[in-house]
């Protein structure tokens, strides 16, 4: 099963995308499931993972209403504030609908770069290993030690680190970003989207350009830990989803046809659907 295990749907209407401006012209538009509809059908991808876009609750109930209509659908990771002292309820709440698979809080715009260890976040993380659950952690490079240290003190805790941390592609920078993904990745709980990487990347990229990193990222986590995902629409302002995933085929072509499956859709079936009775 091919698997996109990273896309957004939204409407600027409702009013709670903080991050979207009209600038952003390639986005600054509704997304929805027709839209996406073809380009899945052209790279027989049959089920993708609906990730939260806005930090409202509000939203995580308008993507599961959508969900809830939408066969290819297979889950959707909402948000929740995890430092809100009901969030284990709320969590609750929304995980009494299965379709959820995680949460993600969006970490990467907390002003607060330690905010990942502040300890009342503890009661969030043990509820989302209690409802078997998975954590998509949002964060960039300066965010790695910190989630290091959540990694060691939540064992139980899935980590999916989203669009590979999210590395400076641009400015060709490997450190310290390599050497914090490959302690990362030797903590068992910790797996890493193949995702994003072309928005951090140069508006003229090359596949060049994005191999060193991909490399990295197949050498820490290995084929069997790593999920390929489009982060669609957010790609069209760096080449677009066909190319974003000729890209990837291109990347991977040194992998076994059993190891192209699983980063392609097999690690994704597991990590969201399959280990949490989703399958």
Not at 168 to 195: E, F, H, Q, Y
Not at 199 to 207: F, K, L, S, Y
Not at 255 to 264: D, F, K, P, R, T
Request: proline share 7%; glycine share 6%; with cysteine.
């Amino acid at each position: 099963m091919l698997i996109d295990s990273h896309q957004h749907f939204w409407r600027v209407d409702r009013g709670d995308y903080f991050w979207m401006s009209p600038e952003l012209v390639p986005l600054y538009r509704d997304y929805g499931p027709d839209d996406l509809r073809p380009l899945l059908s052209h790279h027989g991808i049959e089920r993708t993972i609906l990730v939260q876009a806005a930090p409202t609750v509000a939203e995580t109930e308008f993507m599961l209403r959508i969900a809830e209509t939408t066969p290819f659908v297979a889950g959707v990771v909402g948000w929740v504030e995890f430092t809100d002292p009901a969030a284990p309820h709320v969590m609750r709440s929304l995980a009494a609908n299965s379709l959820i698979v995680g949460f993600r809080p969006m970490v990467q715009d907390i002003p607060d770069d330690a905010w990942l260890v502040r300890p009342e976040l503890a009661a969030a993380f043990h509820t989302v290993v209690e409802r078997r659950l998975v954590f998509d952690a949002l964060v960039l490079p300066r965010h790695l030690s910190h989630l290091l240290i959540v990694a060691d003190r939540h064992p139980d805790l899935t980590i999916v680190v989203d669009h590979g941390a999210k590395p400076l592609i641009r400015d060709g920078a490997l450190d310290p970003w390599r050497s914090d993904m490959a302690a990362l990745s030797a903590r068992p709980n910790t797996v890493c989207k193949l995702s994003g990487l072309v928005t951090e990347a140069r508006p003229d990229w090359t596949v060049d350009d994005l191999r060193p990193y991909v490399e990295h990222l197949l050498d820490s986590f290995g084929p069997q830990r790593l999920l390929w995902g489009s982060d669609w629409p957010v790609v069209n302002l760096s080449g677009g989803y066909d190319r974003w995933r000729a890209t990837t085929l291109e990347l991977l072509e040194s992998l076994s046809e059993a190891e192209q499956a699983a980063v392609l859709g097999g690690n994704a079936a597991r990590i969201y659907l399959s280990e949490r009775g989703r399958l």
